[in-house]
């Protein structure tokens, strides 16, 4: 009888365990400028240089540019992509890009992003410098664009 038991509980425990699913979120880069080299960059590491990236778990505080030969290692002097990429545990708690013209990061080239895999059409761009939708200043979080779903993914666009 404690056998069956034992083998029950397991049984339950393994059904759970293979019914949650984890955490993951994916960056995609397009550079249709035809130069430079996408870069993103979380707590001064370099994650990609143009390629796809996947995170099985959150990826908070990135940040995201076109190197143009221009730009810091931090995105100065370009426009900037800032992503925290979170799956919600309370409302309002999930995932939140912008683009960034706080100096001193400067209009480099267009720049756009979009959620996909939920969230869609969620998203901005960034044509001149002149964009109404970036932070200029630390207080402009209307530029902020969330996506409040789990594993949220994003794309990220230059010269579109």
């Known amino acids: ?4 038991i ?12 293979l019914g949650v699913s984890a955490e993951t979120h994916t960056v995609t880069f397009t550079n249709r400028c035809g130069f430079g080299t996408p870069t993103l960059i979380q707590g001064g590491k370099v994650l ?6 996947t995170t099985n778990g959150p990826l ?5 540019y076109l190197q143009t030969g221009g730009c810091g290692f ?17 409302a309002g708690s999930g995932s939140s890009a912008d683009i960034s013209l706080i100096p001193p990061h400067a209009f480099s080239v267009t720049t756009g992003f979009g959620y996909f ?3 869609q059409p969620a998203g901005t761009d ?13 207080s402009d979080t ?19």
């Open 142 to 160: 209307f530029a902020q664009i969330a996506c409040q779903i789990d594993n949220a993914d994003l794309a990220i666009t230059f010269c579109d």
């Open 74 to 90: 931090n995105g100065e002097g370009c426009t900037l992509v800032e992503l925290t990429l979170v799956n919600p545990t309370t």
């Open 1 to 4: 009888m404690f056998f069956a």
């Open 48 to 53: 990609s240089t143009g390629g796809t990236f």
């Open 117 to 119: 895999n939920g969230c």
């Open 6 to 17: 034992q083998t029950a509980a397991i049984a339950v425990l393994v059904a759970v365990a």
């Open 60 to 64: 908070r505080g990135a940040i995201a």
């Open 126 to 138: 960034c044509t001149n410098s002149g964009c109404p939708m970036a932070f200029r200043k630390p």
